[in-house]
């Protein structure tokens, strides 16, 4: 396993670039955009993307977001971005319409466009005139039901359960409560469901709150894990044995996990995510086909499995499959 360095992140840090090696003048040049890097999911992902670049000899401009709330900001920096002569441009847009007219001029110079994580709606975005080259991410539906799948062994059939959202009408967040409820459909009865807009504090007020009102709560599936990390901490305030999913894998909730506090996680990878990004970029400029999707892979983290996650981050345990990786080959 490679060993890392930790990333430095101050508060006006919006900008990193990865030079590739001096010699390689002919480098590809990659503009990526990705949410704000107050969420560890998303530094990881910058991350994964910076040194697959340097790996690849591939010179990439990273912009982010100032928080995950500023779509406008996001969109703002890709119009600056779109105006300079980049050979690809690597998106991970904060809502499915925020980047779309940003990405105007970008489709009007021919330059592929590889959308990462979060979905640019495509109706949208062939109403604007262009079509991204491929899509990378998780499948959030498939994800949701792992969760789903293991909240039915963690608690009884029949139990009352909660779901907290991230951003009201946010298409990864929808994605991943509709999976959940389909795995536990007939199975587990759903109470109540709230939007806690990706936020840890408004996680747990709300999980306060439902606590209160459902004193015979068996679980909660929270969206991501800043807000699980809420929720749980609610759970705990209120001594109750009640069992908290979330999703996305950061540290501190395999940490969590691996404590006995969360019950579970289903990790994503977004410096894996990243890196493919880079990939796709590379195969983009090279003129090669592209999958119009290539699968992020995702792993149910319990406490069987939570330390060696921990061990193997910010990496799956093991190799993926990678298409990307193969037709670069």
């Not at 990333?7 to 002919?26: K, N, V, W």
């Not at 910058?46 to 995950?68: C, F, L, S, W």
């Not at 149910?300 to 990678?322: H, M, Q, T, V, W």
């Amino acid at each position: 396993m490679r060993v890392f360095n930790s990333l430095a992140i101050g508060a006006g840090l919006l900008a990193t670039t990865m030079m590739a090696p001096a010699h390689a003048e002919d480098a590809p040049k990659v503009a990526a955009i990705v949410k704000g890097l107050d969420n560890p999911f998303f530094q990881t992902m910058q991350k994964g993307i910076e040194e697959q670049a340097q790996a690849d000899g591939v010179d990439v401009t990273v912009q982010a977001a100032a928080n995950m709330g500023d779509a406008t900001g996001q969109a703002d920096r890709l119009t600056a971005m779109a105006l300079q002569d980049f050979d690809c441009y690597l998106v991970n847009p904060i809502s499915v319409s925020n980047l779309v007219q940003a990405l105007v001029p970008v489709a009007q110079k021919k330059k592929p466009i590889i959308n990462i994580d979060s979905t640019i709606d495509a109706e949208q975005a062939k109403a604007a005139g262009f079509t991204v080259s491929t899509y990378i991410g998780t499948d959030n539906v498939a994800a949701g039901a792992l969760a789903g799948e293991e909240m039915l062994k963690l608690v009884p059939k029949g139990s009352k359960v909660a779901l907290v959202a991230g951003i009201v009408g946010d298409v990864g967040s929808n994605a991943r409560i509709k999976g959940f409820k389909q795995a536990v459909e007939g199975k587990l009865e759903v109470v109540v469901m709230v939007s806690a807009d990706w936020d840890r504090e408004k996680a747990l007020t709300a999980a306060t709150d439902i606590l209160a009102a459902h004193p015979d709560l068996a679980g909660f599936f929270a969206a991501n894990d800043i807000m699980a990390l809420g929720v749980e901490r609610a759970v705990q305030t209120s001594s109750k044995d009640v069992k908290v999913i979330g999703l996305d894998g950061i540290v501190d909730a395999l940490k969590s996990v691996a404590a006995g506090e969360l019950s579970a996680t289903v990790a994503q990878y977004p410096y894996v995510v990243g890196a493919m990004g880079v990939e796709a970029c590379k195969v983009a400029v090279k003129g090669k086909e592209l999958p119009a999707y290539v699968p992020a892979p995702v792993l149910l983290i319990n406490k069987d499995n939570a330390e060696a996650s921990l061990k193997n981050f910010p990496r799956p345990g093991g190799d993926y499959p990678d298409p990307l990786r193969e037709i670069l080959k």
